[in-house]
C-alpha cells in the first residue's frame, strides 16, 4: 500500500468549465486518469488537497466523482477555495454512500491512518490574509487543522498536513499557520492552489522552520499523483 497526493483537479465533467483552454491544461482529464492508473493500485490512497469539482452544489458533483471512483484506489478529498459544493461532512457522507462512492472520503476535522503515516489538513487561507473577516476565516481554519491534528496523532503515526492553500508564497508568509504546525511538530506538509510557471517559481518547496513543503497542483506535477509514504 502507498499513498499519492495531488491537488487542483477541477474536474467539471458535469458542468461546463473547461480547463483546456489554459495553457498546459490540454486534454488533462485523460492524462490524468492514464497517469492515475499507471501509479496508483487498488490498495493505494490518494489525497486530494482541493479544487476537486467546478460543481457549485453536492448534487452537481455526480459526474466529477464517478470518475473519481472509477479509479484506482481510496480517495480523501480536502476542500480547496472552488468546492463551492462542500457543505457538512455529514451531508457529504450521505451523498456518497447513497451514491455508492464507496472509494471516496472526506477529510475534515478529521484523520486516517494510511500506510505509516497519518493523513490531517483542511484548506488554510489566504497567505496574505490581513482584514478582520480574513482573520475570523484563518482562524477558523486553524481551528479546524489542530482539530485534524490532534485526531492524527492519537493514531501514534506522523501527522502529515495536506493544504489547498500554500502557507506561504514567495517571501509572504502567513505566520499564524507556519506556527500552528510547528507547535504540532508538523514535519511534512502538501499544498495546491498555485497555478502556471509564472506563479510556481515563486512556491517555497523545501525546508522552512523544520517543515518540507512540496506543491503538488496537477499542472505542477504534470498531472501525476506524486508519493508521499
Not at 487498488?42 to 472509477?70: H, N, P, R
Not at 490581513?130 to 501514534?156: C, P, Q, V, Y
Not at 514567495?170 to 504540532?184: G, H, L, P, V
Amino acid at each position: 500500500m502507498s499513498v499519492y497526493a495531488i491537488a487542483d483537479l477541477h474536474l467539471s465533467l458535469g458542468t461546463d468549465k473547461p480547463m483546456d483552454i489554459f495553457s498546459g491544461w490540454s486534454d488533462y482529464v485523460t492524462r490524468l486518469e492514464n497517469n492515475w492508473r499507471r501509479l496508483v493500485s487498488d490498495a493505494d490512497t490518494v489525497v486530494i488537497a482541493g479544487d476537486v469539482s467546478w460543481a457549485m452544489k453536492l448534487d452537481e458533483c455526480y459526474e466529477d466523482f464517478s470518475f473519481l471512483q472509477s479509479l484506482p484506489g481510496k480517495k480523501l478529498l480536502i476542500k480547496g477555495n472552488h468546492d463551492y459544493w462542500w457543505s457538512t461532512k455529514k451531508k457529504m457522507d450521505e451523498y456518497l454512500t447513497q451514491n455508492g462512492f464507496d472509494s471516496i472520503e472526506i477529510v475534515f476535522n478529521n484523520a486516517y491512518a494510511r500506510d505509516g503515516i497519518a493523513i490531517c489538513g483542511t484548506r488554510g487561507w489566504n497567505y496574505e490574509s490581513s482584514g478582520e473577516k480574513d482573520m475570523r476565516i484563518l482562524n477558523r481554519e486553524i481551528g479546524r487543522l489542530n482539530t485534524s491534528i490532534n485526531e492524527a496523532k492519537e493514531t501514534g503515526l506522523e501527522p502529515v498536513v495536506f493544504l489547498h492553500y500554500p502557507p506561504m508564497y514567495d517571501t509572504i508568509i502567513c505566520k499564524e499557520i507556519i506556527e500552528t504546525m510547528k507547535a504540532q511538530g508538523i514535519k511534512r506538509c502538501y499544498y495546491g492552489h498555485l497555478h502556471g510557471a509564472g506563479t510556481h517559481k515563486h512556491a517555497v518547496i523545501g525546508e522552512y522552520e523544520g517543515i518540507n513543503f512540496k506543491l503538488i497542483s496537477c499542472d505542477y506535477t504534470e498531472f501525476y499523483p506524486v508519493p508521499v509514504a
